[in-house]
T-cell receptor
Framework: EAGVTQFPSHSVIEKGQTVTLRCDPI?????LYWYRRVMGKEIKFLLH????????ESGMPNNRFLAERTGGTYSTLKVQPAELEDSGVYFC???????????FGPGTRLTVT | QKEVEQNSGPLSVPEGAIASLNCTYS??????FFWYRQYSGKSPELIMF????GDKEDGRFTAQLNKASQYVSLLIRDSQPSDSATYLC?????????????FGKGTKLSVIP
């Protein structure tokens, strides 16, 4: 069974540009999460989808970040416009139930220059 | 502010020894506890989860949970050089209507051949 996949693996963009990250969860997992790790810090929660609905987006840093999960399958996370402090590794995770173990994707390393 | 604390290490143990990794958490409402292993440049890989007080064993790994002390640990028996990685402690708690994983910064383990 395929795990969580993310695309792209790396992205280098200039400040002010737009970037869209994609996550495909494990098939059958209704719960999809986005996390971010910036240099030297711990992994931080961004938001949680249950199917196509945003269950919790309390971790989103500001309104430059927009996450969607149309159809309840894959999810996208768009950053527009990107700022230098948005650089880091963006992880997606999925789980079968809301309280059960989460499985992580390989991450997208975003560098904003 | 929900916190998960880990000793950043590095923790060095000789091959074949027992490696002991510790984690404390601040939220008494935390319900489930996870240990992830992360190799450099890779995504977190789930290796153990524990929900109840006591010990849980899986192969060479044993997770220990003491909710009264707000303490969770991971023991790795017969440590191998391939166990060298950063170990992340993560705690699942109901926040803002959603289960969010709160991560520690990780403990770097080095197993010396």
């Amino acid at each position: 069974e395929a795990g969580v996949t993310q695309f792209p693996s790396h992205s280098v963009i200039e400040k002010g540009q737009t970037v869209t990250l994609r996550c495909d969860p494990i098939s059958g997992h209704d719960n999809l999460y986005w996390y971010r790790r910036v240099m030297g810090k711990e992994i931080k929660f961004l938001l949680h989808f249950v199917k196509e609905s945003k269950q919790d987006e309390s971790g989103m840093p500001n309104n430059r970040f927009l996450a969607e999960r149309t159809g309840g399958t894959y999810s996208t996370l768009k950053v527009q416009p990107a700022e230098l402090e948005d650089s880091g590794v963006y992880f997606c995770a999925s789980s079968q139930d809301t309280s059960s173990e989460q499985y992580f994707g390989p991450g997208t390393r975003l560098t904003v220059t | 502010q929900k916190e998960v604390e880990q000793n950043s290490g590095p923790l060095s143990v000789p091959e074949g020894a027992i490696a002991s990794l510790n984690c404390t958490y601040s939220d008494r409402g935390s319900q489930s506890f996870f240990w992830y292993r992360q190799y450099s440049g890779k995504s977190p890989e789930l290796i153990m989860f524990i929900y109840s007080n006591g010990d849980k064993e899986d192969g060479r790994f044993t997770a220990q949970l003491n909710k009264a002390s707000q303490y969770v640990s991971l023991l790795i028996r017969d440590s191998q050089p391939s166990d060298s990685a950063t170990y992340l402690c993560a705690v699942n708690a109901l926040l803002a209507g959603s289960y969010q994983l709160t991560f520690g910064k990780g403990t770097k383990l080095s197993v010396i051949p």
